[in-house]
């Protein structure tokens, strides 16, 4: 079945800095890719997804890029702010989403 | 809209009792995911449901837990007898599945501690 690798589990940034958080994916039949955010105490939120037949995709400050050859997926996000700071997940779709660990992104004022 | 409705938002029991969570999808989604969240697994899919019937149910730890979804508005996923291992927090999600829209919309958990 589908195995999703998040890297890194942490990342802490300066604020105003870039933060860049990679997966990989296993299953070449995965065709969308969403990025979850999640705030203590809350459930995921979905902040930005890509389907298998688009390389890029931004809106705002985040973007996201998927390379099918390779089987990875990257979030982008530029210019972070302390409210970036929570939990982000990605996750790759066979049928059913498949969650990777997560980033704990951490953003100094 | 509302979003994801889930209650409780917090349930403490003892081992063995039985527990029922609800939930409330967004209304006009016609699938229904139940997930677990744990610091060890991460976020796991134990069930999900489309136009009211079980697709998937793999995820499904043994056969303590059971899951149903009685009409388009509303599920319950029990667990009895609960054990202290079951001590987690359980997301419900919807979402609208159709000609390849996949987003799925979390409700707020509900944290669950068996002691």
């Known amino acids: 079945g589908e195995n999703v690798e998040q890297h890194p589990s942490t990342l802490s940034v300066q604020e105003g800095d870039s933060a860049v958080i990679k997966c990989t994916y296993s299953?070449?039949?995965?065709?969308?890719f969403p990025w979850y955010k999640q705030e203590l105490g809350k459930g995921p939120q979905l902040i930005i997804d890509?389907?298998?037949?688009?390389g890029e995709k931004k809106d705002q400050r985040i973007a996201v890029t998927l390379n099918k050859t390779a089987k990875h997926f990257s979030l982008h996000i530029t210019e972070t702010q302390p409210e970036d700071s929570a939990v982000y997940f990605c996750?790759?779709?066979?049928?059913?989403?498949?969650f990777g660990q997560g980033t704990t992104l951490q953003v100094k004022p | 809209d509302a979003g994801v409705i889930q209650s409780p938002r917090h349930e403490v029991t003892e081992m063995g009792q039985e527990v029922t969570l609800r939930c409330k999808p967004i209304s006009g989604h016609n699938s229904l995911f139940w997930y677990r969240q744990t610091m060890m697994r991460g976020l796991e899919l134990l069930i999900y449901?489309?136009?009211?019937?079980?697709?998937?149910d793999s995820g499904m730890p043994e056969d303590r837990f059971s899951a149903k979804m009685p009409n388009a508005s509303f599920s319950t996923l029990k667990i009895q007898p609960s054990e202290p291992r079951d001590s987690a927090v359980y997301f419900c999600?919807?979402?609208?599945?159709?000609?390849?829209?996949?987003?799925?919309?979390f409700g707020p958990g509900t944290r669950l501690t068996v002691t």
């Open positions: 449901f489309n136009n009211n019937v079980p697709i998937d």
């Open positions: 999600a919807s979402s609208f599945l159709a000609g390849g829209t996949y987003e799925q919309y």
């Open positions: 996750a790759a779709n066979t049928g059913k989403l498949i």
């Open positions: 299953d070449s039949a995965s065709n969308y």
């Open positions: 890509i389907r298998s037949n688009v």
